[in-house]
């Protein structure tokens, strides 16, 4: 609840871009919203693999976004951190987060807030992008070598997606096997939860700032949102992604909304 809130006490910068099928303006954005978290906790940066095998266990870029899995986890584990805010980078950089998360925050939620459903596995994804797997993985469908560095995977129960509006046939095939479900306003928010915000479910004409415009949420009915889960909540997670500003105009004005979004939850 909200008299065991604290800030948060680490942020994780994590630049990863080679989950994305179009990366260009990711690491852009990364170091904008790493600039913006950094001002919340004090900060650790994953460092970027040159790992450059094209493709391996049905994921592009295998070896870099395994070595940066692995990079984050220690990271993670030595920081002790109880409350991680993350800056991404692609929607993959929070499998380790929420993992470390989960293991030290039994029960943990975790509200995915998406236009996409991000479910695939290495055998549905039909671009071998990984970050259109994340959810898979959290809920114990990582890719083989992936899975012995991973803890206990998500109760499907105590996940909640909001603003999906596109998915792949196996993303939803995994959300009807799973049956997983949205967020409303009878859903239960109780004890520790964790918040996937990927700035693509925002409304392209208030924040054209991403790779896959493809969200319908107004701003401020996302910081509503966040605000009410904060105030309901425990958060002990947020992870923001995808951010992809073309030039530095564009990086200034999308880092003020990211800014917004964490003191909703920071200060709700
Ligand atoms: N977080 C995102 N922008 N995800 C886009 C995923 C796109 C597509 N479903 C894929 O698997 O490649």
């Excluded at 859903?187 to 969200?215: K, W």
Aim: proline residues 7%; aromatic residues 8%.
């Amino acid at each position: 609840m909200q008299s065991s809130q604290g800030p948060f006490d680490l942020n994780l910068a994590f630049p990863q871009w080679q989950g994305s099928g179009r990366h260009q303006n990711l690491p852009r954005g990364a170091a904008a919203a790493a600039a913006v978290c950094g001002q919340y906790a004090p900060q650790s940066l994953v460092p970027l693999s040159d790992g450059n095998a094209e493709s391996a266990h049905g994921v592009r870029r295998w070896e870099a976004v395994f070595a940066q899995f692995r990079s984050a986890q220690e990271i993670l584990a030595r920081s002790g951190a109880k409350r991680v805010l993350t800056a991404g980078g692609d929607c993959a950089v929070d499998v380790a987060v929420i993992d470390y998360l989960n293991g030290i925050h039994p029960g943990l939620r975790v509200i995915w807030i998406d236009a996409h459903l991000d479910a695939n596995t290495p055998a549905t994804s039909p671009s071998g992008n990984f970050h259109g797997m994340p959810v898979s993985a959290i809920l114990g469908r990582a890719p083989e070598p992936m899975r012995p560095f991973l803890g206990a995977s998500i109760d499907p129960a105590r996940f909640r997606y909001f603003g999906i509006r596109i998915g792949d046939d196996g993303d939803w095939a995994l959300q009807r096997e799973l049956d997983l479900k949205v967020l409303d306003s009878e859903t239960p928010l109780d004890g520790p939860v964790h918040i996937h915000f990927d700035l693509d479910v925002l409304d392209p004409h208030e924040f054209p700032y991403v790779a896959y415009p493809e969200g319908g949420l107004g701003i401020e009915d996302a910081i509503a949102l966040l605000g009410r889960i904060a105030r309901e909540a425990d958060v002990v997670g947020l992870t923001v992604t995808e951010f992809a500003p073309s030039d530095e105009e564009e990086a200034r004005e999308g880092s003020k909304v990211i800014a917004r979004l964490c003191e909703a939850v920071i200060n709700p």
